[in-house]
């Protein structure tokens, strides 16, 4: 029996575009369903211990919250597998799947930045994960495009909306870091350009990511252009 999937969440969240783009990359149906991030409503807090999304809803039913747990979950139940077979890969694959918090927080960090001070001191250390990403993904020897070669895997999944808000982040303010990574720069362009990233979002997402900035009031905002206040109706 095909199983209904409903995806909880905020507008601009990077965990559960991760689940989305496994969705997407499976090829399964799924509803979305955006909360207001400043009141949350009872049956969401219910079903999500520390109050985030993503939390996919199964027929209405079973919840299940956490990207990774999620992500895991729809590739042990839905064709194809994006895991890797070999269960040295997959264990390396989960690995560096961890690793994707640090990786992100780099990057969430600074694009949050209260003052120029501070996004410059932010900024300096997005260097530090992206050198081990480049290394990792030399370290792998394959031609590309994908961290385990031409087959899309959840560790693409988990790291492409991050790479999408660095790409943001520098479009906004250039920052220039990703450049002296040739393998995350790639990797970056192949993870941007697939399909499944590219339908796991509102077709604005970078202007919706943008008013954020403003409706959080974070420094970078005063880089947005005027022509995008408003006209998303942002939120979350
Ligand atoms: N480890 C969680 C992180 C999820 C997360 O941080 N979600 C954010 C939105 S992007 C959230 O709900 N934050 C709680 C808040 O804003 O209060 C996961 O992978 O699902």
Known sequence: ??????????????????????????????????????????????????????????????????????????????????????????????????????????????????????????????AVPFAKLDEALAKCGNAGPYFNGPKFSLVDAAYAPFLQRYTFMDRLRRLGIIEKFPHLAAWRDALLAAPAVKASTVANIEAVWQENLIVRGRWLAKYVSQSVVGATAAAG
């Open 1 to 126: 029996m095909t199983s209904r999937f409903m995806l909880c969440s905020f507008k601009t969240c990077p965990w559960v575009q991760r689940a989305a783009i496994v969705l997407r990359a499976k090829q399964v149906p799924y509803d979305i369903t955006y909360i207001d991030r400043n009141n949350r409503p009872d049956w969401f807090l219910a079903v999500s211990p520390h109050s985030k999304v993503p939390v996919l809803m199964i027929d209405g039913k079973e919840a299940l919250f956490e990207s990774n747990a999620i992500a895991e979950y729809l590739d042990e139940t839905a064709a194809p597998r994006l895991h890797p077979e070999d269960p040295i890969a997959r264990a390396r694959n989960r690995a560096w799947t961890d690793y994707v918090t640090t990786f992100a927080s780099a990057i969430s960090n600074t694009a949050y930045s209260d003052s120029e001070e501070e996004f410059t001191a932010r900024a300096a250390k997005i």
